[in-house]
């Protein structure tokens, strides 16, 4: 059966005399003002946590699930943060460790070019540059204390047996070492603070939450990234996760929590280094 095409477009069979229905409308993808609908909007946000942190989230709960079940005490086990990818293999090893690190901050381009399409700038995630000076100091201040009160935390969670014994690095004893470290550190930070903080909280704002929830949703999501870590690192990481965002939606300003967060791990990182061969308590 032959199928023509009638001068309004419209096919008709031949003999038939029929039309085929008008396809049916989709729901427009953008509003009159151009914005992305509410429910396009959900999805790239579940996506972008998804990709970001969500795999890595369920990973961790599994991590304790499997630890708090050991018939070992949580003190006792270990959880290693940045380990060998090929041991006795260092430029291999060097090589994997490149690729992690980009790996983290694929996420964080993926939200900045999301954040751009949508046509928002990247003023709404908190990239501002304008006082970098004083936002300098500000993560450098805010580090001093997280960073303490972190430590002290964690010591006393793991005499409590609330905690597993965390080992910052075993990677080997070779030149790359410490760079390594500080760039893991910063892409960590990056990660967390543009994601978790200044896009996840500007997506929640923009799809009518308040500032409460985005402070809520944002720490809840840092503390089971963390949960491999034992209660303590669930619950350090949600206390700064609520405080970190709560200064992003006060200020809109992430630079200085990206600072803070990269201090805080070069730290504990190449801090473990120098010190853990000459103390028993870490």
């Avoid at 729901?27 to 579940?46: I, K, N, T």
């Avoid at 990818?85 to 090893?93: L, Y």
């Avoid at 089971?224 to 990481?237: A, E, I, K, P």
């Avoid at 206390?239 to 200020?251: C, E, H, L, N, S």
Wanted: proline share 6%.
């Amino acid at each position: 059966m032959l199928v023509r095409v009638g001068p309004e477009g419209a096919e008709r069979a031949e003999g038939a005399g029929r039309t085929t229905p008008p396809p049916i409308a989709a729901e427009p993808a953008r509003s009159d003002d151009g914005a992305l609908s509410p429910f396009l909007l959900r999805a790239e946000v579940l996506i972008v946590l998804a990709i970001a942190v969500g795999v890595s989230a369920a990973r961790s709960v599994l991590r304790f699930v499997a630890a708090i079940t050991a018939d070992a005490p949580l003190s006792s086990q270990t959880a290693t943060l940045n380990s060998s990818q090929a041991p006795g293999r260092p430029w291999i090893d060097l090589g994997l460790q490149l690729v992690f690190f980009c790996s983290l901050l694929l996420p964080v381009a993926l939200a900045l070019y999301l954040v751009r399409r949508s046509g928002d700038s990247w003023l709404t995630v908190g990239l501002r540059f304008d006082r970098l000076p004083r936002d300098l100091l500000l993560g450098v201040g805010a580090a001093a204390a997280v960073g303490g009160v972190g430590l002290g935390g964690y010591l006393l969670a793991r005499q409590a047996d609330a905690s597993l014994t965390l080992v910052p690095t075993s990677l080997p004893e070779v030149w790359w070492r410490i760079p390594v470290l500080v760039l893991l550190a910063f892409a960590n930070a990056a990660l967390e603070e543009v994601v978790l903080i200044g896009y996840l909280g500007s997506r929640v704002r923009r799809l009518g939450g308040s500032a409460g929830a985005a402070i809520v949703v944002s720490a809840l999501v840092r503390g089971f990234y963390h949960l491999y870590q034992g209660l303590s690192g669930f619950l350090g990481n949600l206390i700064m996760g609520a405080v970190f965002a709560t200064y992003f939606q006060r200020t809109r300003r992430v630079v200085p929590l990206i600072v803070a967060h990269t201090l805080i791990d070069v730290v504990a990182f190449v801090g473990y280094l120098l010190v853990a061969p000459h103390v028993s308590w870490l």
